[in-house]
């Protein structure tokens, strides 16, 4: 199930700079297209001081990691909550010195137009995660970047994984054309979506920002 995430790491990768046909421009234009910026701030538990870094991001990868139906949004909030580290991560306080079980807190800004999401859904055991991630075609990201107070993707394309075992198993993908019509996409063949795309399939959605 990792392989959809892992080539469309890859191939980003490759045309960023990696590949010996790739252009400083089209880096630069899939930098601003598909990331956006995450700051991570960590604060100390014994005299408040804080220390972070920020990092450029390609969406989110959302750790499944119950078996019970949950909401993209839901999945997201969770992401961007605050968290203690455990004792063995502590995070030493440059500004007393003392190691500390630290609030870690993300923050985000820069939303891309293009923005992925995978939905991680394989354990170490390789076992497969099956659980229904129910999302809305139109998904409202209003407060979750900084400085957005009103902003809106729209889903664009959904791969899926079929099969019971993340080291095998069958992908397809589901896409929108122009006109708003869905069509599946299972190898040499394409055809109509019928119905919602599949909540318990899904591995990795792209949406695009609503103008």
């Known amino acids: 199930q990792q392989c959809a995430g892992e080539f469309m790491t890859l191939l980003v990768s490759?045309?960023?700079?990696?590949?010996?046909?790739?252009?400083?421009?089209?880096?630069?234009?899939?930098?601003?297209?598909?990331?956006?910026?995450?700051?991570?701030?960590?604060?100390?538990?014994?005299?408040?001081?804080?220390?972070?870094?920020?990092?450029?991001?390609?969406?989110?990868?959302?750790?499944?990691t119950c078996s019970k139906d949950m909401s993209l949004v839901s999945l997201l909030?969770?992401?961007?909550?605050?968290?203690?580290l455990d004792p063995s991560n502590a995070w030493r306080c440059s500004r007393c010195g003392v190691k500390t079980c630290a609030a870690k807190k993300i923050s985000l800004s820069s939303p891309p137009p293009v923005l992925p999401v995978l939905l991680k859904r394989t354990s170490s055991t390789l076992n497969k995660n099956k659980s229904k991630v129910t999302f809305a075609k139109t998904l409202d990201f209003s407060g979750f970047y900084e400085g957005e107070e009103s902003l809106?993707?729209?889903?664009?394309?959904?791969?899926?994984?079929?099969?019971?075992?993340?080291?095998?198993?069958?992908?397809?993908?589901?896409?929108?054309?122009?006109?708003?019509?869905?069509?599946?996409?299972?190898?040499?063949?394409?055809?109509?979506?019928?119905?919602?795309?599949?909540?318990?399939?899904?591995?990795?959605?792209?949406?695009e920002r609503k103008n």
Not at 168 to 175: E, F, I, L, M, R
Not at 176 to 197: A, E, H, I, L, R
């Open 14 to 64: 490759a045309l960023r700079g990696e590949a010996e046909w790739s252009t400083g421009e089209l880096s630069m234009f899939l930098k601003h297209a598909m990331f956006h910026q995450e700051k991570s701030t960590l604060v100390c538990a014994s005299c408040g001081g804080s220390g972070g870094t920020e990092t450029g991001e390609m969406g989110f990868t959302l750790h499944l």
């Open 152 to 207: 809106f993707y729209n889903l664009i394309g959904v791969v899926n994984h079929h099969g019971s075992w993340a080291a095998s198993g069958h992908y397809t993908a589901d896409a929108v054309g122009s006109d708003g019509k869905w069509f599946t996409f299972n190898d040499t063949s394409c055809g109509p979506t019928w119905g919602y795309p599949n909540y318990s399939t899904a591995s990795l959605l792209l949406f």
């Open 77 to 84: 909030k969770d992401y961007l909550s605050e968290e203690k």
